[in-house]
């Protein structure tokens, strides 16, 4: 099984081993990163194994490896041969590992090292892209069989994932790192197992100043919500897709169910550039679901084997399921989003509401339909406006531009008609986005219901402003958990019990958005 690695990153050795004593469940390794030593503190380096209990990689990266070292390749050795020398009978008191990169050369320290049981970590590290021949450089890198291959590649695109995922399998005879650096090789470090990784990195990120490595996971979130130390070759991985996808409290819900319930199952964030490369890379991780969300949720249809009555009327797919002839699709927004918007506005249907819908995307299309199966009239209205009109025209409701200003009194009164709830289904507010209110121009009476789908942050700039007026105010959040619990019954065939759910739900929003911001 592949184990956890805390990076230990601090400046002095005593504030690493505090952060280590806090985090030592959640870790089964640890690396002194002498390079982030201040350079009197690296004068103390030797006793760190004894100190730490624990086994202990000894690293000095270099400047031109993403590390701190600078101080000339002599120095460096010398501060290897440091922190090898005295070696002791009990291994517990020397480094159980030692990082080297594939390029250093210098035998003597690593024959010492073999001598005292101190295992190579050959490394190879690219931080500009992933070279384009990987398994000849893994096979290259190939020396005693004793040795860890380590290979850390920033992958900037999902081919790169998927060409990592693949280069990883030509090595089996060895031990071996592999990673994908950056924010789309997070699901290599969760799935290391699955990557082949002998261990997988994560820092202490709410304690230090530097992660180990770009897009490095906090060791907590990675052991504690991801269950890493039981994931196996046997664990059901789902997921969600998207772009940027830098916040989802889909990961989150799905971990918590999975924990409570105890199943041999995890649920990863796929931030993803091509949602065919992903789709491939999924199939072969042997990934059972999939959540989608911007801006897949059209582009995905024409991969699908299957897809649902929903997802063939709304030409929007938020959930895929494994069959023997591929990807199943199905929407769970409709429902999702209809049973959250009645039980905010406490009613059985929408007869007689007049509604502006902002956005005419993926989501925009499941709250459309619902608002038309309930008897509602709307306006959708969108900063491309045929997309507007094309959905508008399905459903005899009305259509615009989003006002550009306060002077556009055409499609301002459009509003002003429309304005019994007013739902905001765009990206615009959104974490990761620009922090923007899209309706800017528009002034609340305060009688209008207002929902915003987004749910980080819990509070967009829109909805500050509705609530400001007085206005009823909902955001994504009660939508996301309820849509969620209909793609657990997707992959799994089985509903959430009651009584589970109660249990994530004292978690509440607020508990999860301080998770996250910790
Ligand atoms: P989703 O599945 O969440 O609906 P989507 O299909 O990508 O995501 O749709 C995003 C919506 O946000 C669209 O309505 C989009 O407007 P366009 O159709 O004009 O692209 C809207 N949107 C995104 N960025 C926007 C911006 N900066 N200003 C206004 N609207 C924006």
Same mark, same amino acid.
């Given at each position: ?21 806090? *985090? ?391 509003? *002003? ?74 992959? !799994?065939? !089985? ?24």
């Amino acid at each position: 099984m592949a184990k956890i690695c805390l990076c230990l990153t601090a400046k002095t050795i005593k504030r690493n081993l505090e952060i280590l004593n806090k *985090y030592r469940k959640n870790a089964d390794i640890a690396e002194l990163r002498v390079d982030c030593l201040d350079p009197d503190e690296r004068l103390y380096i030797r006793r760190f194994p004894e100190l730490a209990g624990l086994p202990v990689i000894l690293t000095i990266r270099r400047d031109i490896d993403g590390g701190y070292f600078s101080g000339g390749e002599g120095a460096r050795v010398k501060l290897l041969a440091n922190g090898l020398a005295y070696a002791k009978a009990d291994s517990r008191y020397n480094y159980a590992y030692v990082d080297i990169e594939e390029d250093f050369d210098v035998p003597s320290l690593e024959e010492a090292a073999r001598t005292f049981g101190t295992r190579i970590i050959r490394s190879f590290h690219d931080l500009n892209g992933v070279i384009s021949d990987i398994p000849s450089k893994m096979k290259s890198m190939q020396r005693s069989g004793d040795e860890i291959i380590k290979v850390a590649l920033a992958a900037k695109s999902t081919k790169d994932v998927l060409n990592v995922f693949e280069a990883s399998k030509t090595v089996t005879a060895q031990d071996k790192i592999v990673i994908c650096m950056g924010h789309y090789g997070i699901y290599s470090r969760i799935l290391a197992e699955r990557f082949g990784s002998f261990l997988t990195y994560s820092s202490a990120l709410g304690e230090v100043e530097v992660a180990g490595g770009p897009g490095q996971m906090d060791v907590r979130e990675l052991s504690e919500m991801y269950r890493f130390g039981k994931i196996s070759k046997k664990t059901k991985v789902y997921g969600i897709v998207g772009y940027p996808l830098k916040a989802s409290v889909s990961p989150w819900f799905f971990n918590t169910v999975f924990g409570l319930e105890n199943t041999d199952s995890v649920y990863v964030p796929f931030p993803a550039d091509s949602i065919k490369d992903l789709l491939e890379l999924a199939q072969k991780l042997e990934v059972m679901g999939l959540s989608i969300t911007v801006p897949y949720k059209e582009l995905v249809i024409p991969f699908l084997a299957k897809r649902s009555a929903a997802v063939q009327s709304i030409g929007a797919c938020n959930t895929l399921y494994r069959s023997d002839d591929g990807w199943i699709g199905e929407n769970t927004d409709c429902t999702g989003f209809s049973t959250s918007l009645l039980g905010f506005l406490n009613k059985k249907n929408l007869k007689h509401i007049k509604i502006t819908v902002i956005g005419a995307g993926g989501v925009a299309r499941s709250v459309a339909s619902e608002i038309h199966r309930l008897g509602g009239k709307a306006l959708i209205i969108n900063r491309t406006v045929h997309k507007a009109r094309n959905l508008a025209m399905k459903y005899n409701f009305r259509w615009g531009g989003l006002p550009q200003n306060e002077g556009d009194s055409q499609g301002l009164e459009q509003i *002003y008609k429309y304005n019994d709830i007013i739902i905001q289904t765009s990206s615009v507010g959104m974490e990761g986005y620009e922090a923007k209110d899209p309706l800017e121009h528009y002034t609340f009476n305060g009688k209008e219901r207002v929902m915003d789908l987004i749910y980080t942050p819990a509070v967009t700039p829109f909805l500050k402003r509705a609530m400001a007026a007085g206005c009823k105010t909902i955001n994504g959040y009660d939508m996301v958990i309820r849509q969620a619990c209909l793609q657990y019954t997707s992959f !799994t065939e !089985t509903e959430i019990p009651d009584k589970l759910l109660a249990q994530v739900n004292t978690f509440g929003e607020s508990t999860w958005n301080k998770i996250r911001s910790a």
